[in-house]
């Protein structure tokens, strides 16, 4: 049955389904687009010198600047599966795909938490540890302001627009107030920039998203069933409370790691899922298509942002947010246009 | 007929906040029965379906599935015996029928395990039995109410489940779905399958129960077949409604006409 194949993403009558070819196409854009990166910059290199570098055949000082610019591409990838992903789980779990955490103040929570971890010199492991706290306080406080268990949906979207400019508020004076030298790095940090991102806090950044990312993935069957309301998910045997639990603990944790490794870059989570789903064309949110779409639109974003007005580079999290706005208006259009209530 | 009893509820009871809605209900579903609950609008009729699907959280006495504490099945296990079809269950918007009548089985599959040929023919059984064949590549929206409920009673059947509890199945619907989702269920119920649902009119009530079970402020008041139960009397007594009763000419079933107020004296 046709229908099916957008079901089991299953090869059928020879040809590919369209979510498989989604994903195909979503992994040779992302291919191309790091090549692309590795040949932008103050040094234009030419595709075939990256290919050489990268097979060890180069110069050294090209060989070298190719590894300079690899852990940028590395933390525009993971930062935005990470987004994609958590934006796929939070929108599901609120049912609003103005749900996203980075609208909902959890990035910025988790960016509060992890620079006052940095301002207590603490080691990267132990900020991005705090930057997963800030996100969980940031989601607690929204959840309990909202009511808890009986929480409207859309009073907690609202609740958390405010949480969350009190926490970009609060980043803001703490910067004002840290001594210079970790001001400088919090400032670019929070900006969303993926320039200061060095291959250590990469590295950590990637050890969280090794479990998280599977973990994450792996929900996708709670979330088909979650789609049809929680009474419909209870009766397929799937506990409703538990697993919204869980969602809401991967999702966090899946903010807090793109917030450690790149800072507050808004828009990807709201973004990706939704492009994602109109891709793919499947009914609710598909969660793999959204990480790697996620992925190849932050490494895009930050192509731009660094040729957009070269040779000075803009920080990724503005042109996010140009897109992000531009994406929030059409939005806003088409619920007008179909006459429904903002939700 | 069996009388084996398929779900049991034994001083059963539930609250909504601090108010108390079911006041310790005793009753069995026997296997095969098509049982109606009916009575007056916040009588506890939903309540007492979704406790005994556990969408309600009991505060105490016990629901018994097969003869064992329900809360005592895995949730997937649960689900392969007893399918529900709640109010205002939610589909994702685009979503095509086969792909929501395939999403009913869930408790048959886990992460890593594909679709399976049993998993597609016992979706298309199910399409079949609900009569949602012809509707299988529509999506969901571009489908009338009744021919919507037919579909979420095709993803309940996928399930697999013999058991299906139905809150309020035919809310919303004009009379020709309503008889549609009604003779359906009757249908299922010839075919082997246990069905509770919760009813608002009386008529249809007598027409397809085999069993009828009248509640009233959170208790049952009687349950037997419908036409020992549904007397002038009676009906007065619960619904506050002067009526006489008829033989219904097809059926023979009790058929309720209300007397107009002018005409009550």
Request: aromatic content about 4%; proline content about 6%; glycine content about 12%.
């Amino acid at each position: 049955m046709k229908g099916l194949t957008a079901q089991s993403g299953t090869i059928m009558n020879g040809a590919m389904s369209r979510p498989a070819l989604c994903h195909l196409g979503l992994w040779l854009g992302g291919l191309a687009l790091v090549l692309t990166s590795l040949t932008l910059g103050t040094v234009r290199l030419t595709p075939v010198q990256v290919f050489h570098a990268l097979a060890g055949h180069e110069s050294p000082a090209l060989q070298l600047l190719v590894e300079w610019r690899l852990p940028r591409i590395g933390a525009a990838l993971a930062a935005g599966a990470a987004l994609g992903l958590s934006g796929a789980l939070f929108q599901t779990l609120l049912r609003n795909p103005l749900g996203s955490p980075d609208i909902i103040g959890f990035d910025a929570g988790a960016f509060g938490g992890a620079f006052l971890a940095l301002l207590a010199g603490l080691a990267p492991a132990l900020v991005a540890l705090a930057a997963f706290g800030g996100g969980l306080g940031a989601g607690l406080m929204v959840y309990l302001a909202a009511g808890g268990l009986r929480a409207d949906r859309a009073r907690l979207i609202l609740i958390g627009i405010a949480v969350g400019a009190a926490f970009s508020a609060l980043g803001d004076w703490m910067i004002f107030v840290a001594p210079l030298d970790i001001a400088l790095v919090a400032a670019n940090w929070k900006q969303g920039a993926l320039a200061g991102v060095d291959i250590r806090r990469l590295a950590n950044g990637a050890g969280m998203l090794g479990p998280l990312l599977p973990l994450g993935l792996a929900c996708a069957r709670s979330v088909q069933a979650l789609e049809l309301g929680d009474d419909k998910a209870q009766s397929l045997g799937v506990p409703a409370a538990s697993t919204r639990l869980r969602l809401g603990l991967i999702g966090l944790g899946l903010t807090a790691t793109a917030t450690f490794i790149a800072g507050p870059i808004g828009f990807v989570a709201l973004i990706a899922p939704q492009a994602a789903r109109k891709l793919t064309g499947s009914a609710g949110l598909p969660l793999s298509a959204s990480a790697l779409f996620g992925a190849v639109f932050l490494l895009a974003s930050d192509a731009v942002a660094r040729i957009a007005l070269a040779p000075r580079a803009l920080p990724v999290g503005a042109v996010t947010a140009c897109l992000g706005g531009a994406y929030l208006i059409w939005l806003f259009g088409s619920w007008v246009r179909r006459r429904e209530p903002l939700r | 007929m069996s009388t084996k009893s398929r779900l049991e509820a034994q001083a059963l009871r539930a609250h909504h906040g601090p108010h108390e809605v079911l006041k310790g209900i005793d009753i069995a579903l026997p296997a095969g029965s098509f049982t109606v609950i009916v009575g007056p609008n916040a009588c506890g009729k939903s309540t007492l379906l979704r406790s005994l699907a556990q969408l309600h959280p009991s505060s105490g006495g016990s629901v018994l599935l097969d003869g064992h504490p329900i809360a005592h099945y895995r949730p997937r296990d649960r689900a392969r015996l007893l399918a529900v079809l709640p109010q205002g269950a939610e589909a994702p918007e685009g979503i095509i029928v086969a792909n929501l009548v395939a999403r009913g089985r869930h408790p048959h599959r886990s992460l890593f395990q594909p679709w399976t040929a049993a998993d597609q023919s016992a979706m298309e059984a199910a399409m079949e039995a609900a009569g949602v064949s012809q509707l299988a590549e529509r999506t969901l929206e571009s489908l009338s109410g009744g021919q919507r409920q037919k579909v979420w009673i095709a993803m309940a059947l996928a399930q697999g489940a013999d058991i299906l509890l139905l809150d309020e199945p035919t809310t919303f619907l004009d009379l020709s779905h309503q008889i549609d989702v009604l003779e359906l269920c009757s249908a299922l119920n010839c075919a082997g399958k246990t069905i509770v649902a919760v009813l608002h009119d009386l008529n249809q009530a007598a027409r397809y129960a085999s069993r009828l079970v009248v509640m009233r402020a959170g208790e049952i008041l009687a349950q037997g077949l419908p036409e020992d139960l549904l007397t002038p009397g009676f009906i007065d007594e619960v619904f506050h409604v002067p009526c006489i009763v008829i033989a219904d000419p097809l059926t023979g079933k009790p058929l309720i006409v209300p007397k107009r107020a002018a005409l009550a004296n």
